[in-house]
């Protein structure tokens, strides 16, 4: 079953922008963690920031803000002032729970185009 | 502190041999995951090893394996490679599974 939706293929923004890109999750596990994670046209995934089930507070990194709406069970990426550096794709993911069988689940991801 | 390095970069092979893929996870993490991603399947989940032992593993065939070392480098091998096992094989470290991990540049395979 499908544990992680990220609906939009692609998004367009204009630099200096705000962007939201959108993730939703589905599990029954009281305890999990939802993450964001960069790759650029390199391949290589960088992560870029992390929200636990049990944080009340919306995660935040530089530029990088998670609205973490948990009876929604969404999880969005907000990027705030997005810079040419920024194009690239973005995927969700989640873990649930802790040791065996708690793989990290990830999106199709969404590629983000920022216009200059 | 250095990242997560995987060993090759490239590597091409033909349908039926078998490859031996590198990773040397951050210092100090214990746990390392294997990825493969294609463009039609996404990333897709193939095993974690946590103190040299499995401790999940994806939906693949027995072809893929993996171990990982007392130092938590950690190999995967694809054996009888398949034109379909052409991807980029990506490595991640952390500090154990429930933490954030932080990947490796990859390595992509391409089978003739």
């Known amino acids: 079953a499908q544990k992680i939706t990220q609906t939009q293929p692609g998004m367009f923004v204009q630099e200096k922008e705000a962007v939201t890109l959108d993730c939703t999750y589905d599990?029954?596990?009281?305890?999990?963690?939802l993450f964001w994670y960069k790759q650029p046209s390199s391949g290589e995934m960088i992560f870029l920031i992390y929200q636990g089930s049990y944080d009340e507070q919306n995660a935040t990194e530089g530029r990088y803000s998670l609205n973490f709406q948990k009876a929604r069970k969404s999880a969005n990426l907000v990027i705030s002032a997005s810079q040419l550096g920024d194009s690239a794709m973005y995927f969700c993911?989640?873990?649930?729970?802790?040791?065996?069988?708690?793989?990290?689940?990830f999106g199709a991801g969404t590629r983000l185009t920022v216009k200059p | 502190k250095a990242g997560v390095t995987q060993t090759p970069r490239y590597l091409i092979k033909t349908r039926g041999q078998q490859v031996t893929l590198s990773c040397s996870p951050i210092?100090?993490?214990?746990?390392v995951s294997w990825y493969q991603q294609t463009p039609g399947q996404g990333l897709q989940f193939l095993f974690e090893y946590f103190s040299e032992t499995q401790r999940n593993k994806g939906n693949f065939p027995g072809r893929f394996s993996g171990r990982q070392f007392s130092n938590s480098r950690s190999e995967m091998n694809v054996s009888t490679l398949e034109l379909g096992d052409s991807a980029l094989y990506l490595c991640?470290?952390?500090?154990?599974?429930?933490?954030?991990?932080?990947f490796g540049p990859g390595t992509r395979l391409t089978v003739t």
């Open positions: 210092s100090g993490h214990r746990s």
């Open positions: 993911a989640m873990r649930e729970g802790r040791g065996n069988n708690n793989d990290m689940r």
């Open positions: 599990t029954s596990d009281q305890s999990y963690g």
């Open positions: 991640a470290s952390s500090w154990d599974n429930f933490y954030e991990q932080y």
